[in-house]
């Protein structure tokens, strides 16, 4: 069975045979920043989320976080938007522990800066019918330390091919969450985490379904 790992990569090398030298510097330099300019501040694993209440693309459901971990293990995963395609590579893998996960009385709740309407486009794109929570002013990846501001080298670049991420993502503007992936208990505690400053890395469906199957409601 293929993981997300497999598909990326193979995803990674088609796109490196395509990107100019300076493009992958840019990354490389960014990447790097984030790494000490961001990751140490990110909520960490044992500390206690920040509680929140986001409504559901499409549905308009309210969900707040200290309530539904109250009911189950709850898997947060912040992307970056539709059109990044790891984001819906990620999306199509938790689609498939997703049964797996409700089973123990929890849910999957995919967290991104978009509007409802873009957030949606992920669900036409990838099929997952995972709960859709639109952050349209990214204050709750930002209450997580997961926003940082895209480099002006790429603003220009996403510009170029029509990706304009304040039209698109009006409250966020140029600001994007560096994608996470966190395991929440019962009382809000992060029971595990993955955050890596490299877009394209992502916390394996089987380690996340893991993690959640320890988590026990009342303990």
Known sequence: MSTYEDEARQMRERSAQNTPPERRAATAEMIAR????????VVAEGAMAPDFTLH????????NLREAAARGPVVLSFYRGQWCPYCNLEARALEAIRPAIRELGGEIYLVGPESEENALKMREKTGATIPLLPDTDAAVAES??????????????????????????????????????????????VIARHVDADYTRRMEPEAILAAAQVVTVGD
Not at 34 to 41: C, S
Not at 56 to 63: L, P
Not at 161 to 186: C, E, H, M, Y
């Open 56 to 63: 559901e693309a499409g549905t308009g459901e309210q969900v």
């Open 144 to 189: 997580f330390g997961l926003v940082f501001e895209l480099p002006e080298v790429f603003q220009q670049q996403y510009e170029s091919i029509g990706r304009d991420l304040p039209k698109q993502n009006s409250g966020a503007g140029w600001r994007l969450p560096i994608p996470a992936t966190f395991v929440i208990g019962p009382d809000r505690t």
């Open 34 to 41: 984030l790494e000490t300019e961001v990751i140490p501040h």
